[in-house]
């Protein structure tokens, strides 16, 4: 069981906290103006690549706060952590 | 037999115990498997598939065959012999090779315990004791494991450290250990399983040792969870067999376990013992043999002993055969223990040397089982005949043994840690060893995995099937996978696989251990979380009135509710027309606390509504409550229920029971990822209010007269709005809200005073006979209505409009989550299952939730298979209002079909069943204002 480090409660164990899939897919602007397949895009379809993944965690059983996490997914290791509305740090996978 | 002299049993106390219906006894410090051997009992039991007599093959958690079932004093399935520590009044049997559950339940109790140091130090042998001891001394927090009953790994106490008895050194050590108050030095206690992060699991047997004595109070068993920021691995190495024909009869041991046996419990397994062996190590077991009074005879593969041993041999009378092998065994009639080696000498001769006891050396395995399971990688070292850890990892040291150092100087040197170590005195050098993992012979007596029944010519079907991995052969072959988990016969799969692919074993390479080291029952894992402690139980402030009054409770999520409360005579289809009829004609009373509540506050709050309901919540006027529809950005309903506003910048939020963590979740989640802007803050006050809807056209008299400043008529309190009131100081809210159809008022009050309230309003209704009512009661009175069950009703592929609520999805907000959705084609489709009523036209058959909707073809059969489904049945109830059974289903293009005949298949028949609208009672909804 991994050690997760939130941002804001530090390393905690893997159990407290609750996945949330890809980050930075932002809520469309102004979604009546997409098409149904732009439309699509934004609900179903998420990236699945081997390696670096920018996540969204969320520590549910400690502080309860949302941040972003880059995790290799062919390890799982976690590769950086960071908060809500922050770039995505560039790590070395 | 027991040697005098010899071992660290207490001779002084006698322990009786039954094996097989015979009675024994042993002594304090004996385990099953050394009493056994002492009462001169070699067979433990049978193989799995063959049938074979099977012993001892080893003297702790390697033994591949000395599986035992314990009856008495705690019954358990698929011990080994070599440890259970052996306990007054111990009944056991051997076994055939599987075990037995026991019959009666398990008392005993399991806990864990959360540990946090330093250094983790696994193995208290002479590496593991110094390791442990640095990092003591350095200040550090340490945790010390050992998986036997006493420190001190494979010392004998023969050896000499410092210019003293190995054994005075052991101690020495544990003293020094025990005053450092933050070193946990744990016996007993297996690590078996290590995980990321230094993370290890380990199990601690703290009570059967202790037999009859053992305190209740004590756990038996406890789960050590600890995180470690260093993990020294100093868990030793097994001794490896060698594969020869006939290799799997009782009394073939390996050397060391023989040697073992003679120091820790004053066994000799043997007065004629042959030592097959191309390792120095066995000349010792040798030795201590002879001089405990055995004839021993050492079968060399070496083509020269080495100097030092082939001196003390001839000192001891020992011949040395160098340059020969062990081919084969002969056994004794009866228990099959092994009677003869057939040797095959340097000259090719061959020679039957008769024994009863054949101690068996190939040399050494790491134990490198910790350092596998975190995905080390184990390297061939062509010196060993064996894999040890082949690269180095973060926070992990391997030293001693298992790191394929076998040489006592060499373990308290890496043990040491670079503090300086202890002298090993007159240890002789090691001399190199020779492989052998196989002595040519048949392979269909040459077994590989003796717990199996594998032999060699199962690994040569698996290689001529095509397998060409260690991992491949270890599946098809099941070697590996028993009991002991290949601890001694991993490395021999892996190399007679080679030998038979014509590769390279390094070129092979291994299987990967896994957890679990040594088998973990299920109880220890499962600690206190059993029977109650499972999972939380959830009661709302009435409990206890419900027990009371005899309800029966139904699980809801963790929630216990009561279902129906039935009267003497009443089976549930009585009591739930009753309470229906009760609740239709008069008035009733339901517990509804586990409804989800969210205090929603904030400048921002009606916008977040606004954007997370289907419908508008911004122009609700304060004292007024709305129903409303929450749907993922898919269009699919998640969750309904009312919402209350009490202030400009305040709601409460009702979600269902179920979805109440769920929603405040999925609020949080928005809250913080998307719209952090917002001024709106969330909490869960569902604990804090209990609510209890009074429900039924008399209900206006009891809420009247119980709540006397409370002005209840319609035009003062309508449908669909709160009021603040108080009942002896106790502030109640009350609010018009209808699951039911009927008027109805919803008393909330703060959890505290629920039971009085409760109390006063039953008192306030019984001359208009209250009746309380359960949960299946709500839901035939909200399903006569059309009202679905969001997760009954609706599988996650539902809208709005397919549950015929396009009322509830507003048309004048821009967007809320879901909307877009709406527009897309599939969900324009008419063709998509509606939510519509369905009434059997029989008038009898209650028809079955989950079945299929099908039609028939217009001649009246059936169309030809795959049968088209048209849908399905998700409620179905006896109605007291209808007089008659139905169900509301989810039918493709339903409310275009209203009036059609549908047919449900309910066991062997094809019940036919009209289409109707999902509101069954009251469609006019005149019963709402009483
Ligand atoms: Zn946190």
């Excluded at chain 1, 670096?52 to 400690?62: L, T």
């Excluded at chain 2, 009856?71 to 440890?83: G, N, Q, R, W, Y």
């Excluded at chain 2, 134990?367 to 040890?388: E, I, K, M, N, Q």
């Excluded at chain 2, 950005?633 to 910048?649: C, H, K, S």
Aim: charged share 25%; with cysteine.
């Amino acid at each position: 069981m991994q050690l997760i480090r939130c941002p804001w409660c530090g390393p905690r164990e893997e159990v407290e906290f609750h996945y949330g899939g890809q980050a930075h897919v932002a809520y469309p602007d102004d979604p009546a103006a997409l098409t149904d397949e732009q439309w699509a895009r934004y609900v179903f379809f998420r990236d699945n690549p081997k390696g670096a993944f920018a996540e969204r965690w969320s520590h549910s059983a400690g502080c309860r706060r949302w941040f972003n996490a880059v995790r290799d997914t062919r390890t799982y290791r976690f590769l950086a952590v960071y908060k809500p509305g922050e770039a995505r740090p560039e790590v070395a996978s | 037999m027991r040697v005098d002299g010899y071992g660290r049993i207490d001779r002084s106390r006698t322990l009786g115990f039954t094996f097989d219906g015979r009675s024994y006894t042993g002594h304090p410090g004996d385990t099953l498997a050394s009493a056994l051997l002492a009462n001169g009992v070699h067979r433990i039991g049978s193989s799995v598939t063959l049938g074979r007599p099977r012993g001892i093959s080893a003297a702790w958690s390697e033994d591949a065959t000395g599986l035992v079932q314990v009856e008495e004093p705690f019954p358990e399935p698929m011990l080994l012999a070599t440890t259970v520590e052996l306990v007054d009044g111990l009944v056991a049997r051997g076994l055939g090779g599987q075990g037995r559950l026991a019959e009666v339940a398990d008392t005993a109790r399991y806990d864990r315990m959360h540990h946090h140091v330093d250094t983790l130090v696994v193995g208290a042998g002479p590496a593991g004791l110094l390791a442990a001891r640095a990092a003591a001394r350095r200040g550090e927090r340490v945790a010390l494991l050992d998986d036997r009953p006493e420190p001190g790994g494979s010392l004998t106490g023969t050896e000499r450290i410092d210019g003293r008895p190995s054994r005075e050194f052991v101690a020495d050590v544990v003293a020094e250990l025990a005053t450092h108050p933050e070193v946990a030095h744990l016996q007993r206690t297996t690590a078996f399983g290590r995980y990321d992060d230094g993370f290890v699991l380990a199990l601690q047997h703290r009570t059967d040792h202790l037999g009859a004595d053992a305190p209740r109070t004590l756990s038996r068993q406890r789960v050590h969870r600890i995180r470690a920021g260093r993990t020294v691995i100093a868990t030793g190495a097994h001794e490896r067999p060698i594969v020869f024909a006939d290799n799997d009869r009782p009394g073939i041991l390996l050397a060391a376990s023989a040697r073992d046996l003679l120091h820790r419990y004053g066994v000799l397994a043997g007065r004629e013992v042959v030592v097959f062996t191309g390792d120095d190590a066995a000349y010792a077991a040798a030795v201590d043999l002879a001089d405990a009074g055995a004839a021993v005879t050492v079968v060399e593969a070496r083509p020269q002993a080495p100097a030092h041993w082939a001196g003390a041999a001839a000192d001891r009378g020992i011949p040395v055969l160098t340059g020969s092998l062990v081919a084969g065994t002969e056994g004794a009639p009866g228990d099959g223990r092994v009677s003869a080696a057939v040797v095959t000498g340097a000259d090719g001769a061959r020679t039957v040397l008769g024994c009863d006891l054949l101690a068996v050396s190939g040399g050494w395995n790491p134990t490198a089982h910790l350092f596998s399971h975190v995905r080390g990688t184990l390297a061939y070292d062509p010196a060993l005949g064996a894999f040890r850890p082949g690269e180095d990892l973060d926070g992990v040291a391997v030293v001693g043994a298992a790191n394929g150092t076998l040489d006592l100087a060499g373990c308290l040197r890496e043990g040491a840690s670079g503090e300086r170590p202890p002298s090993a005195d007159g240890e002789p050098e090691r001399t190199p060893g020779a492989i052998v993992w196989r002595v040519e012979g048949p392979h269909d007596r040459q077994f590989v995995d003796v717990q199996r029944d594998a032999t060699v010519a199962d690994i040569a079907r698996a290689v001529g099937a095509g397998m060409r991995s260690a991992e491949h052969v270890k599946r098809y072959t099941t070697i590996g996978t028993a009991h002991d988990q290949g601890k001694t016969s991993g490395v021999l799969a892996s190399a007679i696989t080679a030998e038979l692919l014509g590769v390279p074993i390094e070129d092979l390479g291994t299987t990967t251990f896994r957890p679990p080291y040594t088998p973990v029952a299920f109880a220890a894992l499962a600690g206190r979380e059993r029977g109650q402690l499972f999972d939380p139980v959830r009661t709302t402030a009435l409990h206890a009135w419900h027990v009371g009054a005899g309800a029966v409770f139904e699980d809801v999520g963790q929630w216990k509710r009561p279902r129906y409360y039935p009267r003497p005579g009443e089976d549930m289809e009585a009591a739930v027309l009753r309470e229906c009829a009760a609740v239709r004609d008069g008035v009733g009373i339901l517990d509804g606390s586990t409804l989800g509540k969210i205090d929603v506050q904030g400048r921002d709050a009606a916008v977040l509504l606004d954007r997370v309901y289907t419908n508008m919540m911004s122009n609700l006027a304060v004292g007024r409550v709305r129903y409303g529809v929450m749907c993922g950005p898919d269009g699919m309903v998640i969750d309904d229920g009312t919402v209350l506003r009490l202030a400009e910048d305040r709601f409460t939020v009702i979600t269902t029971t179920g979805g109440a963590a769920k929603i405040l979740d999925w609020l949080e989640e928005w809250v913080q990822t998307e719209w952090p802007d917002l001024r709106v803050h969330l909490a869960s006050v569902t604990e804090q209010w209990a609510v209890f809807p009074v429900v039924g056209p008399r209900s206006r008299h009891v809420i009247s007269r119980l709540f006397a400043d409370l002005d209840v008529s319609n035009d003062a309190f309508g449908f669909m709005c709160w009021r603040d009131t108080e009942l002896d100081g106790v502030p109640v809210r009350v609010a018009r809200i209808s699951f039911s159809g009927e008027l109805a008022y919803e008393v909330n009050v703060n959890a505290w005073y629920a039971p009085a309230v409760w109390e006063r309003l039953l008192a306030a209704g019984e001359k208009h006979g209250i009746t309380p009512y359960g949960t299946e009661t709500m839901h035939v009175l909200r399903a006569e209505k059309g009202y679905p069950i969001i997760g009954q009703d609706t599988d996650g592929t539902v809208t709005p409009h397919d549950l015929g609520m396009a009322w509830a999805v507003s048309k004048k907000k821009s967007d809320f989550i879901g909307k877009r959705s709406f527009s897309r084609a599939e969900n324009t489709d008419p063709l998509r299952k509606q939510l519509v009523g369905l009434l059997p036209t029989d008038a009898r058959t209650k028809i079955p939730e989950g079945s299929q909707v099908v039609e028939f073809c217009p001649d009246g059969a059936l169309p030809a298979p795959p049968v088209p489904m048209l849908g399905h049945v998700t409620s179905s109830y006896r109605s007291a209002a209808l007089g008659r059974p139905f169900a509301l289903a989810l039918v493709k293009g339903g409310r275009q079909r209203v009036g059609d005949v549908v047919h449900v298949p309910v066991g062997d028949a094809l019940v036919p069943a009209e289409i109707t609208s999902s509101v069954l009672v009251d469609p006019e909804g005149n019963r709402r204002d009483g």
